[in-house]
């Protein structure tokens, strides 16, 4: 079964529009991470944030925010005002315990923002 | 600090050939994990490798194989090439120390291999 999911494959904006990825993920244990990473077309992945499964705690790091809900199993990441810039792949992965350096990936979300 | 560094970046191989990637962590990272990246399955984990040792295992069949040397830097072989195996091949390291305290991991660029 699909641990993580990204059900957006693609999505287009225009710049200054917000744009929301979704994410929704499924294990059973209580201790987990959960991550945000953004694959330029360069192939490297760059670390966005992390969440640990106790802190449900929604964060907001300049244009970006993050919605952690426990209860529909959600991580979701909104990009406020976006710009040419956030054109990428984002995915969203999951850690579980005990295994913290193995992680699911999403399937990716292409972000398409248009001057 | 140095970021992950992986060598070659991009290479050509034929079926039947067998290939080794090599990956250098983040000084004083002692975990070093390998992912391959298809269009079709996206990014899969292969394994894990912590102190020389195989920590974690993904789905792959046994001609996927690695090992960690003492400065930890980590290779990761493939023997029998298929068309299959054509990939972007991601190594990450992350610092590890203390069981059941998460440290970050960070990405190298990745080793783009083809199989012709």
């Known amino acids: 079964a699909q641990k993580v999911t990204q059900a957006q494959t693609e999505i287009s904006v225009v710049e200054k529009e917000d744009v929301t990825l979704d994410c929704v993920y499924e294990?059973?244990?209580?201790?987990?991470?959960l991550f945000w990473y953004k694959q330029p077309p360069s192939g490297e992945l760059v670390f966005l944030i992390r969440?640990?499964?106790?802190?449900?705690q929604n964060e907001i790091s300049g244009r970006y925010s993050w919605n952690f809900q426990k209860s529909t199993s959600s991580f979701n990441f909104t990009i406020t005002a976006s710009q040419v810039v956030d054109s990428a792949v984002y995915f969203c992965?999951?850690?579980?315990?005990?295994?913290?350096?193995?992680?699911?990936f999403g399937s990716g979300t292409k972000l398409n923002v248009k001057p | 600090k140095a970021g992950v560094t992986q060598t070659p970046r991009y290479l050509i191989k034929t079926r039947g050939q067998q290939v080794t990637l090599s990956c250098s962590p983040i000084?004083?990272?002692?975990?070093v994990s390998w992912y391959q990246q298809t269009p079709g399955q996206g990014l899969q984990f292969l394994f894990e490798?912590?102190?020389?040792?195989?920590?974690n295992k993904g789905n792959f069949p046994g001609r996927f194989s690695g090992r960690q040397f003492s400065n930890s830097r980590s290779e990761m072989n493939v023997s029998t090439l298929e068309l299959g195996d054509s990939a972007l091949y991601l190594c990450?390291?992350?610092?590890?120390?203390?069981?059941?305290?998460?440290?970050?991991?960070?990405f190298g660029p990745g080793t783009r291999l083809t199989v012709l």
């Open positions: 992965a999951l850690s579980e315990a005990g295994n913290f350096n193995k992680f699911y």
């Open positions: 990450a390291s992350s610092h590890t120390g203390l069981a059941g305290v998460y440290n970050e991991q960070f």
């Open positions: 969440r640990n499964s106790f802190d449900e």
């Open positions: 000084s004083g990272h002692r975990s």
């Open positions: 490798y912590f102190s020389e040792t195989q920590r």
């Open positions: 294990t059973r244990d209580t201790t987990y991470y």
